[in-house]
């Protein structure tokens, strides 16, 4: 996700069990929110690879986030105050992170990368974004849309969005299985919008056809 940076550095601030560091590098958002040491999480990346490998990188990630996303949300949220907009389970170099987006009470979009192990607070820099508007005025609110998926579809959340009016959250069961939940923001209605694991079973029909 692309945007530009207009605080290149954030003060940093004493969190429970850690501190809260920023970091950015104008002209360079991956280089800004790249953790400077290493997580508490580090699982093999096979981006390079395709298939069953990524699947299965997804699988050790989502093992590895012993923080879930509630409570990620819920660490952000003490960290910066404000409406969290999304959150990401990601990987990177030094390891498994949380990326959460905050938009701040006086409207400032905040990205926050926590580790994804221990649920230290890694960075926090504010940038340009849209209206955050929406998503602050939504009757529902990140946490609740995280609850609402998971009783649609029992697994662990490895992403929450707020977009087009609506909560799309991404979870993988026990059986790494991905399935993909749209969450009313209104009234916290669930809906199973996809399962992988049938899209799946559906081209193996087609291969054999």
């Known amino acids: 996700m692309k945007r530009n940076i207009v605080i290149a550095t954030v003060t940093a601030a004493t969190l429970i069990g850690g501190t809260v560091s920023a970091f950015a590098v104008p002209g360079n958002d ?3 929110q790249t953790p400077t040491s290493a997580t508490s ?16 990188d997804d699988v050790r990630e989502a093992r590895a986030a012993t923080t879930d996303a509630a409570q990620a949300v819920a660490k952000a949220l003490k960290a910066q105050p404000g409406t969290v907009a999304s959150a990401e389970l990601d990987h990177t170099a030094k390891g498994v992170v949380w990326d ?6 006086d409207g400032t979009w905040h990205e926050l990368k926590l580790d994804a192990g221990n649920g ?3 960075g926090n820099h504010a940038e340009q974004e849209d ?7 939504a009757k529902t609110d990140a946490r609740e849309a995280i609850a609402a998926a998971q009783k649609a579809a029992p697994g662990k959340v490895t992403s929450v969005e707020f977009d087009d009016g609506a909560w799309e959250v991404e ?31 559906d081209d193996q029909d087609s291969d054999d056809d």
């Open 30 to 32: 991956e280089a800004a």
């Open 41 to 56: 999480t580090n699982v093999r990346d096979t981006d390079d690879r395709d298939g069953d490998d990524r699947d299965a």
């Open 100 to 105: 959460v987006d905050v938009v701040g009470d």
């Open 120 to 122: 230290r607070v890694l």
């Open 131 to 137: 209206d955050g508007n929406a998503v602050k005025n």
């Open 171 to 201: 979870l993988q069961n026990k059986q790494g299985q991905d399935q993909d939940v749209r969450v009313d923001q209104n009234t916290a209605k669930a809906t199973v919008t996809a399962d992988h694991d049938d899209d799946s079973d």
